[in-house]
């Protein structure tokens, strides 16, 4: 089987992206925004064994739902833009999470961090911890909430090398998956000898 030329194959991706419905572009933004809202609609109480618990398994559903996209990102036919409505949604789920978390802590032990917080003030916390920015104006005092932005800080970095290089990964595969499937279908049918053509 032969390979389409660089230029033919550059000229398909783009005649994919211009064909490609408005909504998929937007619905990426609308995934982040959905995670946004739930955040700042569900009633969050005061942090508890329960919380932490709940932090575990939103970790793990997290595992979960990145290993389902990397896959459905290699075998999609718009790798490019599923790899971006994973993150859209994987990005603002897990720093939600952790935001939701520091809220409870602060109402369970005002003296968890170097002022209350409430929900704005804790997602402007774990993106600055996320960001490695730290401004230091907002920083953990107390030893749980200290070990809490530990435990953010390194599935973060795993979250920012790790499975981007992986989404990256099955973004490679599914684009190398695409030419292939294009010119398969273009090319006519060959008869062999154990099939041959009708007529």
Do not use: C
């Not at 929900?119 to 953990?140: E, H, N, S």
Request: hydrophobic share 50%; charged share 15%; glycine share 10%.
């Amino acid at each position: 089987m032969r390979e389409p030329p660089p230029e033919r194959a550059r000229g398909a991706d783009a005649a994919r992206v211009r064909g490609t419905s408005p909504w998929v572009l937007v619905r990426p933004a609308l995934s982040a925004a959905a995670v946004l809202v739930v955040y700042y609609a569900l009633p969050l109480g005061r942090t508890s064994a329960g919380t932490l618990i709940l932090l575990g398994l939103g970790l793990i559903a997290l595992g979960g739902m990145l290993t389902w996209q990397i896959r459905a990102i290699a075998r999609s036919r718009r790798p490019g833009l599923r790899a971006i409505e994973a993150l859209a949604t994987a990005v603002p789920f897990f720093l939600v999470m952790f935001a939701a978390l520091y809220v409870g802590m602060s109402r369970s032990a005002p003296a968890s961090f170097s002022e209350a917080l409430d929900r704005t003030d804790a997602l402007y916390f774990t993106v600055t911890v996320f960001a490695t920015v730290g401004f230091g104006d907002i920083a953990p005092v107390a030893e749980v909430a200290r070990i809490a932005v530990m435990v953010q800080m390194l599935t973060g970095m795993v979250l920012l090398g790790g499975v981007l290089k992986l989404v990256l990964g099955a973004v490679r595969v599914g684009l190398s998956r695409a030419p292939r499937e294009s010119s398969e279908a273009s090319e006519p049918a060959v008869p062999d000898e154990h099939n041959p053509a009708p007529g």
